[in-house]
């Protein structure tokens, strides 16, 4: 399967990111992690030295432009990249409305070609 297919499947458009941000299970502490892309539907991000299954809720706290989002959502897909490192990604289940709105404001560039602004 081709890398464009994977992409027409999706939900939402998705953008690249790299920031830090935090994740932890409902009501346990706060660990660290790096965002690898975000949509207003969810988010990826790699988590190090932490086991995280398929299914669980997780609370994701992350930034856009200006703004601190804290979502929650379920991981519906994690994959091991070496013996500490898990790829996780997260469909968010309940989101801020605003915060669905600036998710989308700050997508929309990204997704305009070159010359057509």
Do not use: C
Request: aromatic share 6%; no cysteine.
């Amino acid at each position: 399967m081709g890398e464009g297919s994977g992409a027409e499947r999706r939900k939402y458009h998705r953008v690249g990111t790299d920031q830090i941000i935090s994740f932890a299970e409902i009501d346990q502490a706060d660990q660290i992690a790096v965002s690898r892309n975000l949509s207003k539907g969810g988010i990826s991000f790699e988590a190090i030295g932490v086991e995280i299954n398929l299914g669980d809720v997780l609370r994701v706290t992350f930034n856009v432009g200006e703004r601190t989002v804290v979502a929650t959502g379920k991981v519906v897909w994690a994959v091991e990249t070496d013996p500490i490192i898990q790829e996780v990604g997260i469909e968010f289940h309940t989101i801020d409305p605003e915060a669905v709105r600036i998710l989308e404001e700050a997508i929309e560039p990204e997704l305009t070609p070159v010359g057509l602004h």
